[in-house]
């Protein structure tokens, strides 16, 4: 070295050739294979980690049943009679309701009816059946339901107040509903029994034949058990 050299950085090169041949003679003991084994180990366990991170946040976050209606029309919706205790609606609603199952590996089995409730204010109107006992939607995989309701003269619990709202929406033209899907279902052959309780939000004009209304998917809020 010569003289006003700085020993600093001549401490840095000491280190640093240290450190290479510390590494090279590590490389060299394992040898190439062992070195690529360790390193597929390393990578099999963080993707590994990675998975079972996903599923563990899957299985915690999101519900094991989607529920969407795909479609709806209201063809009639109309005060049919009131008396001082209830008020009857006459009406002709369909629909068409999906359940979407979220399992990649087992299917959802309907363990009691599926059904579908329509409600105005707060207060159902109709009710009826979607699916079976026994029937199912396989593992990843969704399954839609369609569903006429229809009566000329249903009875309501509407009240005063709901009685004043829908003579509101009626002359606005377009009536808010609410359809409710209930139900109970498990994954075979797990045995615990999920409780679905869907509520999906609907607005909806008065459609014809020769006036049919346009529908957009609805996202339905789903609280399972």
């Keep these: 070295m010569t003289d006003g050299g700085d020993p600093g950085v001549c401490d840095e090169c000491v280190e640093a050739c240290w450190l290479a041949c510390c590494c090279a003679f590590f490389l060299d ?14 990578v099999a366990f963080a993707v590994l980690a990675a998975g079972v991170t996903l599923l563990a946040r899957h299985r915690m976050y999101r519900p094991p049943l989607g529920v969407t209606v795909e479609d709806a029309a209201l063809a009639r919706l109309a005060l049919a009679g009131r008396n001082a205790t209830a008020t009857a609606l006459a009406y002709d609603v369909s629909f068409a309701v999906a359940l979407h199952n979220h399992h990649w590996l087992r299917r959802a089995q309907h363990t009691a009816p599926l059904d579908a409730e329509l409600l105005f204010a707060g207060a159902r109107f109709a009710r009826v059946e979607l699916a079976g006992k026994g029937a199912a939607v396989r593992a990843g995989n969704s399954e839609a339901y369609r569903a006429v309701a229809a009566a000329d003269r249903a ?5 005063s107040a709901g009685v004043a709202e829908f003579v509101r929406e009626s002359t606005a033209g377009v009536f808010r509903l609410e359809l409710k899907v209930v139900g109970e279902l498990r994954y075979p052959p797990g045995q615990h029994l999920y409780r679905l309780d869907a509520l999906c939000p609907l607005e909806l004009p008065l459609s014809t034949a020769t006036s049919p209304a346009t529908f957009r998917k609805v996202k339905c809020a789903v609280f399972s058990s």
């Design 29 to 42: 003991a394992i040898g190439g294979k062992a070195l690529t084994r360790v390193a597929c180990a390393i």
């Design 155 to 159: 009875g309501v619990a509407l009240g």
